[in-house]
Every structure is written in structure tokens, then in C-alpha cells.
């Protein structure tokens, strides 16, 4: 598999652990066990919006298979899953219902925009759609295309799971009370 | 009848699970397929599973990836003239471009092409009568923002990878 | 009886001995007692471990996936995964529900799974309990898991959970009769509810002997244990994920758990009952118990991985018209039969040739009376007509 020379902007904020407590080998021991699970076993929300979600089914069928990567168990349940992939276009009429899921979705959760229509609105420049994800929810993960290959949905999957790779237990703020830095 | 569809779907699951193991490119114990791993005919029994970030197929010839710029080998950049006909065919207005110069000599001075909001019609590669851009084959683009751009750098950068010459070389519009 | 078979039976007895020398007689059957109890959650939670793994790679496998394989060698260790990132989530507990209910229910699944082990000889002399009424304390254990599921859903304040239960309830009431019909032919047999006497007495495995009842405890008890065609209660295009639905974190593991322990009791019991339990040649007795139970759960998976899932009506026609019927029949057919011919190789033989005639009997009408039929759903049913 060749490199990629160019990488694009996934950029990460750093990890906020302070320095003395970097070399703390219980901690990142912790950490890194903490990260693989999370890492390893992210079940998606059994959740498809629009022609979006076709691919995202093919990248769970057999040729692509993201049940590869631990994620074989679609959850129909917000309640236990961890990832939501928002695939397709999201109309306003939708709106309400994914910021439902989203909010009944227990912590740690992240989120994939994927396609161009969560991404931006894409090509329904209109009345009736959501000018892309972020005006509604947090996005964890942008991914264009119109709809992306199972492959870059993979793809955006493995940037997740590099950037779930980079939280702490110690800063990450689902385990803190509200307004505690 | 009577059940016999229920005993032959479970005579099927059956010889797929022994097939994943016996037949196909990948059979137990090989794992992984080396270089670019060619797509499979219909008829191929067994384990098919693209393994994506150890595996990769090559993309066809017209596969629409993101939108690459085509080097000129006597100047080294692109052709791009600036001409903003691109701009004028793109539905959403996914293209910026300013241009230099004037007459033959104008040429591209930047090229800001946002990828969040492209949907790969390639309207604006049949638009260019200047030879300068084509529909790559790349389509590994994330980023954790929503304005998620190229520049013309990348795009030359982009197009020397895809090895693509001229526009229209796969659809066989090349005169 | 050979040595290895008698293994843990001679460790059992050399600890008996070694605690006999501190401790009074009371304190020895106390120390003892508490170790089978943790043999037995060992026996019930190891599986589980194994199980969610091999689930997901039987599923894959039988749709030419790979399933989990990054995490581990081939994603052997995709159950730890799981486990700590699931004890690592939020835990929610919503507005309206019943706080004290929800809190306890999850409890309440696990239990009647694990109660029921004590009554499941794992090889020669290996078993918890040796009940006089072993089976019938097995089939009723078995029937209480309906009420954590009851619980779950009516504190869970959701109408889904709630239409999910209603659902798991009538699959319980109905098939429950069919499982006792079986688990009766095979009392009628071997002349005793003790698990151990019954699989004393299979010198040629019940399965073999009448296969309706053996088959019909199968299915019955995966419609006990909510499984694959018959989990219905799970409906996500109806009904979004049935009685867990609104649990969360460590809660919903306790029901993840529940149902893989759940599986592997299928498939101790149907071993016990119908496989001949522990008997086997050559290797130890509970090698063997492990080998049958393994594979009823590989056909539990399987048909996981096969099988749609039948529509609410369909199941209870199945278990009333059809089931309900046959067994009570090859009831009184077996009874007939052992009667006349004792209880050796005559008998067993013409018990499976009567099994067979009945089946075919049953087959016959059903497709005469399909042929006449005029209604569709009915000709589609039998005879497969599209």
C-alpha cells in the first residue's frame, strides 16, 4: 500500500495532560486501554437518511465490511450505540428527530457527517434542507462526497478512531460535572 | 413446501461459511492480498471482503474522484487560464478562482475548489476548453471541519498522482 | 471411569480431605458449596465471552465477511472490548421511568439463566444439585426470565419496550406448553425428573428415539430465550430494540449478558436431554458435554444467521395448530409404544419408526388439505406457492 503524500486537514487538538502526568505510565496505560476498547467496539445507530445511507449499508455488506473494525452490531437503540453516521440529506422536517437521537445517545458519542448534503447542505440549496449537520449537532468527522465510497466511509472511520485514539480519561469532559474546565 | 426453503437456506449459509474458509483469493489461514487487489468477477465463490485500510482496489479509469490539475510538461503549471467557465458551469458554487495577466498570457493564480460541498458531476471538467482539469481518482478526504478546501498546489499535486494526461483521456473525448 | 474423566472429582475429594483437617464437617460443605457456586458463574460467564466473539464470526462467515479481526488475533479479544467500553458509558436512566424497578431488572435477567445450571450435570458425577425434580426445577427457573423482562419494559416508561413485552409474554405462554410436552415424553422414558437419571438412561440419545420432541424443545426453548426466528420482541423496523431499549452502559450489559448465557443454557439442556448429556466414548464425560452444547449453539447461530424472523401470527399458529398437537400426540404414541415394547432397542426403534410415520402422517394431511384449500395464505404456507 503505497503513502499518501498528501494528508489532509485532520487536525487534532492536542492532548491537554500536563506534562509530569505525561510520563505517568499507569495513566496512559489506562489511557491506551481505555481508547482500544472505545476504538474497537464503536456500534453504530442503525440510522440512514437518504441515498447516503445506501453506501453506508454497502460498506457493512460483505465486500467492504466494516464489521471488520468491531462495528458489526448496528444498534437500533440510541441508547447503546456510539456512533452516529448521519448519511444523507437531512430535511428540516428530519431536524428534530436526529437532534432527538443524538441527545438520547449516552456519552462518550461521535458523529460522521458524511456526503455532501450533511456536509454543507450540498446541492439542495433550499428552503426544505438543513444547510449541513453543524448547525444541529456536534460533527466529529467530515467526509464529502457524493455519496463517498464505502471505502472513504472506512477511511473516516479510521480518522475517528485515530482521534478517539488522542482523548484522555483524565481531560475528556463527558466525566466531568457541568462547568468544570 | 412444508419447511424444505427454511432446510435449503441453512444448506446455504452452511456452504458459504466452509467456502469463506476454503475457496476464494483469501482462504484460511492467508489474510491479506498484496498490492492493488483486482475486483472480483461475479462468479468468484469465497471470502471477497475488500479489507480497506490494508487493501485498496484500483479505481476505473472514469471513476469520479476529487477534481485534479492537469500539469502542462512544458511550463511545469497548470493550463488553467482563468477562463471561469468551470465556475460559471458549477451548480454549487464549489469553485473560486482569481486569474493574472492578460490575453495568452493570463493565467490561474489561485484555484479554490471546496470538497464539502462538490458532488463529483464533472460539469465543470466537460466546461474547460483549456485541457487543464479532470475528475481524479482519489476519494480519502476527511477533515473535522466543514470548509474542507484545495488549492491549486494540491491539485497539481493530485493530478501528477492520478497520471492522468489530458481531460477526457478515459471518456475518449480527446481529439 | 477413567482418570481423566474422574479429574475433577478427585481434585474436589483431595480438597474435601485438605479442609477436613482445620475446618469442622459444616465449614468443609460450606467452602465446598461456595466453590461450585463460583464453578457454576465461571461455567455461565465464560461462555458469554466466547459467544459474543463467535456470534459475530458465524454471522459474518455465513454471509462471507470476515466479522471482527483487528482487535486481536483474529478478534478473539472483541469481547473485552466491548465489556470495558460499554462499563465505560453513560449511564441513563430516563425521566420516566421507575427508578427503583429499572435499577433492579437488569439483576433479575442474569438469575434464572444461572439458577438453572445447578441442575445440568457437566459430566460423570459433575453437578451442582442433584434435584429428584432437576427438570422441572429447570423448566421453571427457565420461564422466570419473562419477568425481568416485564419489569425492564413497565419501568422502562416506553410504549415500544412496553408492545416489545406484550409480545415476549405471548411467546412465552405459548410455547411453553409444547417445551413441557417434550420435556414430558422424555420423563415418560427415562422414568425419573433427575438430569442425572435422565441421562443415565439414554443408552441411545432421545434425540434419536423421537425426534418431534427433540426438535420441539429446540425450537420452543429458543422462543423462551427470545432467539432468532423468533425474536419478534426485537422487531427494529416495528418496534426499534425491544425490552432494553432504554437501558444504557453497564444495564444494557447485563441483558448482552443474559442473552449470550441464555443461549449456551439452550444449549446445555437440549444436550442433557436429548444428546445424552456427558456420555461419549473415548473422552472424558464433560469433553463431551462441552462438544454437543458447543454444537446446538453453533445451530442456534446458524439459524440465527439463516432464518427471517416470523410475524407474530405465524408464530403462535406454529405453536398452537402444529406444535401443540404433534407432541401431545407423539405423547401418547411414545407412551403406547414403550408400554408394549419396554424400554430397550425394540422399543426405542419403533419409537423413532412411530416419530417418523406421525411426521409424515401430519405432513400428508396438511399438504392434502392445503391442495383443497382455497385460500392463499394457506397454499403459500404449505405448499410454497408464491
Known amino acids: 500500500m503505497s503513502e499518501r503524500e498528501i494528508h489532509h486537514t485532520l487536525t487534532v487538538p492536542e492532548t491537554l495532560v500536563p506534562e509530569d502526568l505525561q510520563r505517568n505510565a499507569l495513566l496512559t496505560s489506562v489511557d491506551s486501554v481505555y481508547n482500544w476498547a472505545r476504538r474497537r467496539s464503536m456500534w453504530p445507530l442503525t440510522f440512514g437518511l437518504a441515498c447516503c445511507a445506501l453506501e453506508m449499508i454497502a460498506a457493512g455488506a460483505a465486500r467492504y465490511d466494516y464489521g471488520r473494525l468491531g462495528m458489526d452490531i448496528p444498534f437500533s437503540s440510541p441508547r447503546q450505540s456510539d456512533l452516529l453516521i448521519i448519511s444523507g440529506t437531512i430535511t428540516h422536517k428530519m431536524a428534530p428527530q436526529l437532534i432527538r437521537l443524538w441527545n438520547q445517545m449516552p456519552e462518550p458519542k461521535y458523529s460522521i457527517a458524511m456526503g455532501a448534503c450533511t456536509v454543507s447542505g450540498g446541492t439542495f440549496d433550499s428552503y426544505a434542507v438543513v444547510q449541513g449537520a453543524a448547525e444541529l449537532i456536534p460533527v466529529d468527522i467530515y467526509l464529502p462526497g457524493c455519496p463517498p465510497r464505502p471505502e472513504a466511509l472506512i477511511y473516516a472511520f479510521t480518522k475517528l478512531h485515530e482521534m478517539v485514539g488522542q482523548q484522555s480519561v483524565k481531560t475528556v469532559s463527558w466525566y466531568r460535572k457541568e462547568g468544570e474546565a | 413446501m412444508l419447511g424444505r426453503g427454511m432446510l435449503k437456506g441453512l444448506w446455504v449459509t452452511l456452504q458459504h461459511t466452509i467456502s469463506s474458509f476454503t475457496s476464494g483469493p483469501r482462504r484460511f489461514p492467508k489474510r491479506y492480498l498484496d498490492g492493488p487487489v483486482p475486483r472480483p468477477e461475479p462468479s468468484t465463490q469465497g471470502m471477497l471482503t475488500l479489507q480497506y485500510p490494508f487493501e485498496k482496489y484500483e479505481m476505473w479509469p472514469r471513476f469520479r474522484g476529487v477534481l485534479v490539475h492537469l500539469r502542462d510538461p512544458e511550463t511545469g503549471q497548470s493550463r488553467c487560464t482563468a477562463c471561469m467557465a468551470c465556475v460559471r458551469a458549477c451548480p454549487h458554487g464549489v469553485l473560486t478562482v482569481t486569474g493574472e495577466g492578460k490575453g495568452r498570457e493570463r493565467r490561474a493564480k489561485t484555484y479554490t475548489y471546496e470538497l464539502g460541498r462538490c458532488i463529483f458531476c464533472r460539469l465543470c471538467v466537460e466546461s474547460c476548453r483549456f485541457d487543464a482539469i479532470e475528475m481524479g481518482q482519489e476519494y480519502e478526504f476527511v477533515s473535522t471541519t466543514q470548509d474542507q478546501t484545495l488549492n491549486l498546489e494540491e491539485m497539481l499535486a493530485l493530478g501528477d498522482r492520478s497520471g492522468i494526461k489530458h481531460t477526457g483521456e478515459a471518456w475518449g473525448q480527446v481529439e | ?386
Open chain 3, 1 to 386: 471411569m477413567g482418570f481423566l474423566d474422574a479429574l475433577p472429582l478427585t481434585v474436589m475429594d483431595w480438597l474435601r480431605g485438605l479442609l477436613g483437617q482445620g475446618l469442622p464437617a459444616w465449614g468443609v460443605e460450606l467452602v465446598v458449596g461456595l466453590i461450585k457456586v463460583v464453578l457454576i458463574l465461571v461455567v455461565a460467564i465464560l461462555p458469554v465471552i466466547v459467544l459474543t466473539w463467535l456470534e459475530r464470526k458465524v454471522l459474518a462467515r455465513g454471509q462471507d465477511r470476515f466479522g471482527p479481526n483487528l482487535a486481536g488475533p483474529y478478534g478473539l479479544v472483541v469481547a473485552f472490548a466491548d465489556a470495558i467500553k460499554i462499563l465505560t458509558k453513560e449511564d441513563i436512566i430516563p425521566q420516566a421511568a421507575d427508578r427503583q424497578v429499572f435499577r433492579f431488572a437488569p439483576a433479575l435477567v442474569l438469575i434464572p439463566t444461572l439458577l438453572v445450571f445447578t441442575v445440568v450435570p457437566m459430566g460423570r458425577g459433575m453437578i451442582a444439585a442433584d434435584l429428584n425434580v432437576g427438570i422441572l426445577f429447570a423448566v421453571a427457573i427457565g420461564s422466570l426470565a419473562v419477568i425481568a423482562i416485564i419489569a425492564a419494559t413497565w419501568s422502562s416508561g416506553n410504549k415500544y419496550s412496553l408492545l416489545s413485552m406484550f409480545r415476549s409474554v405471548a411467546q412465552l405462554v405459548s410455547y411453553e406448553l409444547p417445551m413441557a410436552f417434550s420435556v414430558l415424553t422424555v420423563v415418560l422414558v427415562s422414568g425419573g425428573l433427575s438430569t442425572v437419571r435422565i441421562v443415565e438412561a439414554q443408552v441411545i440419545p432421545f434425540a434419536l428415539v423421537m425426534p418431534i420432541a427433540a426438535v420441539t424443545y429446540f425450537l420452543a426453548s429458543l422462543a423462551e430465550a427470545n432467539r432468532s426466528p423468533f425474536d419478534l420482541l426485537l422487531g427494529e423496523s416495528e418496534i426499534v430494540a425491544g425490552h432494553n431499549l432504554e437501558y444504557s452502559g453497564m444495564r444494557f450489559a447485563m441483558f448482552y449478558i443474559g442473552e449470550y448465557a441464555h443461549i449456551f443454557v439452550i444449549g446445555a439442556l437440549t444436550t442433557t436431554l436429548f444428546l445424552g448429556g456427558y456420555q461419549g466414548p473415548i473422552l472424558p464425560g464433560y469433553m463431551w458435554f462441552l462438544i454437543k452444547t458447543m454444537a446446538v449453539v453453533y445451530v442456534v447461530l446458524w439459524i440465527r444467521c439463516t432464518w427471517p424472523r416470523m410475524r407474530i401470527d405465524q408464530l403462535l399458529d406454529f405453536s398452537w395448530k402444529l406444535l401443540v398437537p404433534l407432541n401431545l400426540a407423539n405423547l401418547m404414541l411414545v407412551a403406547l409404544v414403550f408400554k408394549l415394547a419396554g424400554t430397550g432397542l425394540l422399543g426405542s426403534l419403533l419409537s423413532l419408526v412411530v416419530n417418523v410415520g406421525l411426521l409424515v402422517a401430519v405432513g400428508t394431511f396438511l399438504v392434502r388439505r392445503a391442495r383443497s384449500s382455497t385460500s392463499r395464505r394457506t397454499r403459500a404456507l404449505v405448499l410454497g406457492e408464491v
